[in-house]
């Protein structure tokens, strides 16, 4: 079966940098739109950061662009956040998603994405 597991989560200062990685298993890599979202207590799950199946094109939520990068090594079936600069509002539960879609107006919908990861917990101190 499909499998998303993701690691990195940890504690860090503000300002500081994390770098989370996802690992899939069980699907064909390539045919899939794989993101990262995250959820903090209370909020709704929201869009971080996508990546199209061929690396073509990489999509970011405003509150993170500049600051993260999504990446992808479809020879290993890993996705990765670097996180840099971060701060007091990024603290989250962060998961991994895949989806069949190549739509890519849809890739900040968590509806299109089929699979999901447990999550890596994130926290910054101030």
């Known amino acids: 079966q499909v499998q998303l597991v993701e690691s990195g989560g940890r504690l860090v200062q503000a300002g500081g940098s994390l770098t989370l990685s996802c690992a899939a298993s069980?699907?064909?890599?390539?045919?899939?739109?794989v993101a990262w979202f995250r959820q903090a207590p209370g909020k709704e799950r929201e869009f971080v950061a996508a990546?199209?199946?061929?690396?073509?094109?990489?999509f970011y939520a405003d509150s993170v662009k500049g600051r993260f990068t999504v990446s992808r090594d479809n020879t290993k079936n890993t996705l990765t956040l670097k996180m840099n600069s971060l701060k007091p509002e990024d603290p989250a539960v962060y998961c991994c998603?895949?989806?069949?879609?190549?739509?890519?107006?849809?890739?900040?919908?968590?509806?299109?994405?089929?699979?999901w990861g447990q999550g890596t917990q994130v926290t910054v101190s101030s």
């Open positions: 990546i199209s199946r061929r690396m073509g094109s990489t």
């Open positions: 998603a895949a989806s069949a879609t190549g739509i890519m107006s849809q890739v900040r919908a968590h509806s299109a994405y089929a699979y």
């Open positions: 069980g699907l064909t890599f390539t045919r899939y739109t």
